[in-house]
């Protein structure tokens, strides 16, 4: 005799961890709004910095007392955008994961406590760096030494994150820029940096007084000035992925290229820094 037999319904499919971190982002969620709001306060402190500067005549060392917050304003306002427009390409499942999370939460929490003690510094009108004069200024030193190198470390993970992630929306060109140029960032950033903290000066050699620098910058023209290995430095991560970005662009994609051209950045960097060992200016006018 026959018998009907009713099967039982499948239990439902539990997401996958893409699906889930998908969800996050829709919802609002993750890590990518978190860097646009980075940006976005980096850009309000440093236009608060601006109008303080107009406000506020008083000088250090020659300069307004509110130029150096301004100026780190600005390099986070740049740091944070490019990781924005990075992780808008990466795929959900890198973007919200526990590295990337985790990594962006100590980098936050760098720059709130630098941009803090910078501006409270000039606030008083003293020195934030290099200023070790009294036990409390030595720790902040030491603790924005600490600050810095954190930063840079969460540059090279997410290039390294970004490298990995097979389902990041890159070209092969863009792909190779952004791995190698925060690569090179966080490695040039640490040599360059690092020597620079322990100098006790931007500067290799004593410049005179009311010596020239270049504008706008105030690099010195007299002196070594370890300031632009410095910016060449960080900078390798804006620079190699929009080289990645436009050969990807004009079709000539080629490994070759992208690590020719990290290579001679890096060598130019280094060249750079060698030069302000040797108490060379970058320019002598």
Known sequence: MNTLTIAAPRPASRPDATATAAARVQGGAGTLPTLWALTGFSLALLLGFAAAAALDARTLDGSNVWLKPAKFALSFVVLYATLALVAERLSAAVRDGRAMRVTLAVMTLATAGEMAYIAAQAGRGVHSHFSVHTPFTALMYTLMGIGAV???????????????????????????????????????????????GGNGSHFVGTPSPGAATLPLLGWSLEVGDLRPAHFLALHAMQVLPLLGLWLDRRGHASPRRMVAAAAVYAGVTAAVFVQALLGLPLLRL
């Open 150 to 196: 954190a930063l840079v470390f969460g540059i090279g993970v997410v290039g390294a994150l970004a490298w990995r992630d097979r389902a990041a929306r890159f070209g092969p060109a863009l792909r190779l820029g952004v791995g190698l140029g925060f690569g090179l960032s966080a490695l040039l950033t640490l040599v360059v940096a690092g020597y620079l």
